[in-house]
């Protein structure tokens, strides 16, 4: 009788993980990113998704949204993960140097819950996030301009910077990284990742 009630928990678990690894394979029909200026979606995407996007929106916006669509009767647990990244610029009254090939400060990963409606809402960084870069050396600094195509005038400015903040130097989230995770019954499964540049000055 043990090893008979064994054989059928056995074949209990091996249905439920068959159940979760179908629902597993729900697709996401479509991805939608929302800026809280446009009264539009600046960006979307129907199925079949790619492993990774590419997003540009315009100076100013910022995304405040995104919006996932399912199958109809193949709806399973969503998850999405964001990350900021920072980066150093150097600014001349308007004109500004961006180091987004250079060091960079990011934030841990905040997970966002799916609302009822199928809507992720994210949250700007915090103002410890926007400012946060690691330390470096002058010399550092100017061969990251010199990489950058930063002619003489800008290598000047570099020279009076000697930390982050400094002189014409300034920090601002240059990447916003968002996963789309699903949940398959044992664990989550990454669906697709946007990497969405943001703009660190006019």
């Keep these: 009788m043990p090893r008979c009630r064994s054989m059928i928990a056995s074949l209990l678990s091996a249905g ?9 394979g729900a697709q996401v029909t479509r991805i939608q990113v929302w800026t809280e200026a446009s009264p539009a979606a600046i960006w979307s995407q129907s199925a079949p998704l790619q492993p990774r996007y590419v997003l540009s929106p315009e100076i100013g916006e910022t995304v405040s949204l995104v919006q996932v669509a399912q199958a109809a009767g193949q709806q399973v647990p969503l998850r999405l993960r964001v990350q900021y990244q920072t980066s150093l610029a150097l600014a001349d009254e308007g004109p500004h140097l961006d180091l987004l090939d250079w060091k960079h400060c990011t934030s841990v990963w905040h997970t966002i819950a799916v609302d009822g409606n199928g809507r992720f809402a994210v949250m700007p960084p915090s103002e410890a996030e926007s400012t946060c870069f690691p330390t470096f050396s002058q010399s ?16 000047n400015l570099a020279r009076d910077v000697s930390r982050a903040g400094e002189g014409a130097s300034y920090v601002a989230p240059s990447l916003l ?25 006019c």
């Excluded at 990284?177 to 000055?201: I, K, N, P, Y």
């Design 16 to 24: 439920l993980a068959m159940s979760f690894a179908l629902d597993a």
């Design 177 to 201: 990284r968002m996963v789309l995770e699903q949940w398959d019954g044992r664990g989550w499964v990454r669906v697709t990742q946007l990497e969405v540049a943001l703009a660190m000055g």
């Design 140 to 155: 550092e600094l100017l061969a990251a301009v010199r990489r950058q195509g930063g002619e003489a005038h800008w290598q």
